[in-house]
């Protein structure tokens, strides 16, 4: 006989598994909830490869509110470690420095200016002309990983099966269920399905029925360096105000990425050699560090809606179908508020302390419509 679940969660990275957690802690133990992941184990894709970071400007003015929202719970959990962040810019860029400060001016985030000799200070070997600084100092590393297995282990405890190699075939409405086809893995009722597929948003969403909302996929990518010297371990995290790279220390070695966001298809994302590259070039105009060897590289892929929020919330055309998509590259600091977030509206249950202020028809699907 079919098995029949009250929810299917399509897709165990981070959003997956932390709706999943939440729905399980909301629900009860009489709420049935499956978390489907296609590949052979959780996270493989995107929050396997992310060097995830908790930082308050990231994805603009209306996801401060939930990164806000999240931090307590991800500094109680022991998931954050300080690092401190650090904006940069030439001496032709004011400009940008003063609409930086000017968007964020009443978002509730903390942001220092700092003169040459500040930067100098926390950026020791910066090259002659990047005159304008930003620190922040909330800023810290997550254990992308260590929050992962939390929210992995939270749906366990709470009643909710795992379910690995079970990619989504087909999808359709049999009554009051939906009727949902894993090829070889088999079938399952559900009552609900929450699309947290992630780069796949679209396409799962389009296997249910429902409409695309144009959630796409874009490569990040990321190299390991050896540098000399060895950077600071409390080397702040370091981001140009125009979005052309960022870099932080780990373990010794250094961690850059070009900031790229190349349009790609779902898929099982690689670095492209002109990426790296280019991300080593403008590394080298910033500070007068010899780079020894790139030791490894990796991409991945972070998704986002056409408006570049995220996207919470029952589907208007398609009965049944939930969306957990579109976090981009704050999908990972964000987890905790809108997991809780999502949970809550999809039970219909109230707000809490930690997402009564937030405003969830800012990121619901319904805004496509």
Same mark, same amino acid.
């Given at each position: 006989?079919?098995?029949?679940?009250?929810?299917?969660?399509?897709?165990?990275?981070?959003?997956g598994?932390?709706?999943?957690?939440?729905?399980?802690?909301?629900?009860?133990?009489?709420?049935? /909830?499956a978390?489907?992941?296609?590949?052979? *184990?959780?996270?493989?894709?995107?929050?396997?490869?992310?060097?995830?970071?908790?930082?308050?400007?990231?994805?603009?003015?209306?996801?401060?509110?939930?990164?806000?929202?999240?931090? !307590?719970?991800?500094?109680?959990?022991?998931?954050?470690q300080p690092?401190?962040?650090?904006?940069?810019? %030439?001496?032709?860029?004011?400009?940008?420095?003063?609409a930086?400060?000017?968007?964020f001016?009443?978002?509730?985030?903390?942001?220092?200016?700092?003169?040459?000799?500040?930067?100098?200070?926390?950026?020791?070997?910066?090259?002659?002309?990047?005159?304008?600084?930003?620190?922040?100092?909330?800023?810290?590393?997550?254990?992308?990983?260590?929050?992962?297995?939390?929210?992995?282990?939270?749906?366990?405890?709470?009643g909710?099966?795992?379910?690995?190699?079970?990619?989504?075939?087909?999808?359709?409405r049999?009554?009051?269920?939906?009727?949902?086809?894993?090829?070889?893995?088999?079938?399952? %009722?559900?009552?609900?399905v /929450?699309?947290?597929?992630?780069?796949?948003?679209?396409?799962?969403?389009?296997?249910?029925?429902?409409?695309?909302?144009?959630?796409?996929?874009?490569?990040?990518?990321?190299?390991?360096?050896?540098?000399?010297?060895?950077?600071?371990?409390?080397?702040?995290?370091?981001?140009?105000?125009?979005?052309? *790279?960022?870099? %932080?220390?780990?373990?010794?070695?250094?961690?850059?990425?070009?900031?790229d966001?190349?349009?790609?298809?779902?898929?099982?994302?690689?670095?492209?050699?002109?990426?790296?590259?280019?991300?080593?070039?403008?590394?080298e105009?910033?500070?007068?560090?010899?780079?020894k060897?790139?030791? %490894? !590289?990796?991409?991945?892929?972070?998704?986002?809606?056409?408006?570049?929020?995220?996207?919470?919330?029952?589907?208007?055309?398609?009965?049944?179908?939930?969306? *957990?998509?579109?976090?981009?590259?704050?999908?990972?600091?964000?987890?905790?508020?809108?997991?809780?977030?999502?949970?809550?509206?999809?039970?219909?249950?109230?707000?809490?302390?930690?997402?009564?202020?937030?405003?969830?028809?800012?990121?619901?699907?319904?805004? *496509?419509?």
């Amino acid at each position: 006989m079919t098995a029949r679940y009250d929810i299917a969660v399509i897709g165990a990275g981070m959003a997956g598994a932390s709706i999943a957690a939440e729905l399980a802690s909301l629900g009860g133990p009489g709420l049935r /909830v499956a978390l489907c992941e296609a590949e052979d *184990f959780p996270g493989y894709h995107t929050t396997g490869r992310s060097a995830a970071f908790y930082e308050e400007c990231y994805g603009g003015p209306q996801v401060v509110p939930l990164t806000l929202a999240s931090g !307590k719970y991800l500094q109680t959990g022991g998931f954050l470690q300080p690092r401190g962040g650090l904006y940069v810019a %030439r001496a032709g860029q004011q400009d940008m420095v003063e609409a930086f400060l000017d968007t964020f001016r009443h978002a509730g985030v903390t942001i220092d200016r700092l003169d040459r000799a500040g930067l100098e200070a926390r950026l020791p070997g910066v090259r002659p002309g990047w005159d304008h600084a930003l620190s922040q100092p909330n800023c810290a590393d997550i254990d992308v990983a260590g929050l992962h297995q939390h929210y992995l282990r939270m749906a366990r405890a709470g009643g909710v099966e795992l379910r690995t190699r079970n990619r989504l075939q087909a999808a359709g409405r049999d009554g009051a269920d939906w009727l949902l086809d894993f090829g070889t893995a088999g079938e399952m %009722r559900a009552g609900v399905v /929450v699309n947290a597929a992630g780069a796949w948003a679209d396409p799962v969403a389009q296997l249910c029925g429902a409409a695309a909302l144009g959630v796409q996929p874009y490569r990040r990518t990321v190299a390991q360096l050896r540098v000399d010297p060895a950077p600071p371990t409390d080397l702040p995290l370091t981001l140009d105000i125009g979005g052309e *790279f960022y870099f %932080r220390p780990e373990s010794g070695r250094l961690w850059l990425s070009p900031h790229d966001e190349t349009p790609s298809p779902p898929c099982d994302a690689a670095p492209e050699e002109y990426d790296v590259a280019l991300a080593i070039d403008r590394f080298e105009q910033v500070v007068d560090w010899q780079i020894k060897v790139v030791e %490894r !590289k990796w991409a991945g892929l972070r998704s986002f809606a056409p408006d570049r929020l995220p996207v919470y919330g029952y589907d208007a055309a398609c009965q049944g179908l939930f969306w *957990f998509a579109g976090q981009g590259g704050y999908g990972i600091q964000t987890a905790p508020a809108a997991a809780r977030l999502a949970a809550q509206l999809l039970l219909d249950c109230p707000r809490d302390a930690m997402t009564e202020s937030l405003e969830a028809a800012l990121y619901s699907p319904a805004r *496509f419509t």
